[in-house]
């Protein structure tokens, strides 16, 4: 089969929907056309020149990265500089360009997950920062085909509720319709106002699924029209948010979680912060994690291993009695683009590499 730009972008918002990143952010397709063929997959952290010379090399016409190439907006695209020097080799040697960023950060399985099973983080893992928005469906449907409906809605990743799935409500009731002339309804006939049993169905949906559970609900669903409803209702889905906490292995003090993660990582981390107590919580965050100090406070962890952490930070970390650990935005973000590599190489098919280049 041939694989197009356009199926690479599309499995890829079933890893990391592009409804799940900031609006500051500018995921997805940067460079290239949906339309065009796809021979090899490299996914890198960085545009970087070495990464487009691998892609050459390799034959890689689809370059996946984490940072976006193109982050505002462009006035001018100058060739002769960064980003538009790359811009301007991606159009000439036919090179699409594909951005998950915050998107990917904030996935039920990215960044701060696999960097969390990097150090050997115990699960389950906790979100430390929700994202993503909560809608409820409501689509009214005949008894007999309440089941399909509901089956159809479960498929596309609606009625997830906690650890449990297939969460519905359903209340019988009485539907109204008067068909025109053009229909044909499921039941009666068109022109007479027609009073059947229905259903109403409701489930909760993440936001970022809502499209799908609606086209499946009326793909399933026998009516001409289906009646149904989508509205937002508080809470956050599943998995999804920013950083993520578990259990070490075995206790560490804060010298011994900075030499593990270093170990870990391959890089060397800085111990910023230490409260000289035994650690067995720990937060991750990949990436410029600064930011979520407080959150990290809040919760149950003793320690907060991510990148960029500045003075200040340190500063607020000891306050708080957090030991707190820079391990470097690159190096806690590099661990997840083997696991993105192999999930997307699982829902299509061309080859899909990790690059060479560790920045």
């Not at 990265?65 to 001018?76: K, N, S, V, Y």
């Not at 650690?279 to 962890?301: K, N, P, Q, Y």
């Not at 970390?317 to 999930?343: F, K, M, Q, V, Y």
Request: aromatic share 6%; proline share 7%; charged share 25%.
């Amino acid at each position: 089969m041939v694989t197009l730009v356009r199926d690479i972008a599309r499995a890829m918002e079933e890893i990391a929907p592009t409804a799940l990143a900031e609006e500051w952010d500018n995921p997805g397709l940067q460079v290239g056309s949906p339309e065009e063929e796809v021979e090899r997959v490299l996914v890198a952290l960085t545009p970087l020149p070495e990464v487009f010379d691998e892609a050459e090399e390799s034959g890689a016409d689809f370059l996946l990265f984490h940072h976006p190439l193109i982050f505002g907006g462009l006035d001018r695209v100058d060739t002769s500089r960064y980003p538009g020097s790359l811009i301007s080799r991606a159009v000439r040697s036919g090179i699409a360009v594909y951005a998950a960023h915050t998107n990917y950060d904030a996935a039920p399985d990215g960044v701060s997950v696999a960097l969390a099973r990097a150090l050997g983080l115990e699960e389950p893992l906790e979100v430390l920062s929700p994202r993503g928005r909560m809608n409820k469906l409501v689509v009214f449907v005949p008894e007999e085909a309440v089941e399909e409906v509901a089956e159809a809605l479960a498929r596309a990743g609606a009625g997830v509720i906690g650890g449990y799935t297939r969460c519905t409500f359903r209340t019988a009731g009485t539907g109204t319709f008067l068909g025109g002339e053009d229909t044909s309804p499921y039941a009666g006939e068109a022109g007479r106002l027609e009073a059947v049993s229905e259903v109403r169905l409701e489930t909760v949906v993440p936001a970022h699924l809502a499209a799908r559970a609606a086209s499946e609900a009326r793909a399933a669903h026998p009516y001409e029209e289906p009646a149904l409803d989508l509205y937002p209702i508080e809470g956050h889905p599943p998995g999804c948010g920013y950083g993520r906490i578990g259990r070490l292995p075995r206790p560490m003090s804060a010298p011994e979680l900075a030499e593990h993660v270093s170990t870990s990582l391959g890089f060397s981390a800085r111990l910023l912060a230490d409260p000289g107590e035994k650690i067995e919580r720990v937060a991750v965050l990949g990436g410029s994690g600064g930011t979520f100090i407080h959150e990290v406070a809040a919760s149950d962890a003793q320690a907060y291993v991510t990148g960029d952490l500045d003075y200040h930070d340190a500063l607020l970390s000891d306050s708080s009695g957090l030991a707190a650990i820079d391990a470097g935005h690159a190096p806690t973000e590099l661990p997840s683009l083997e696991p993105l590599a192999n999930r997307l190489a699982n829902l299509v098919d061309v080859p899909v590499g990790v690059s060479r280049v560790r920045r």
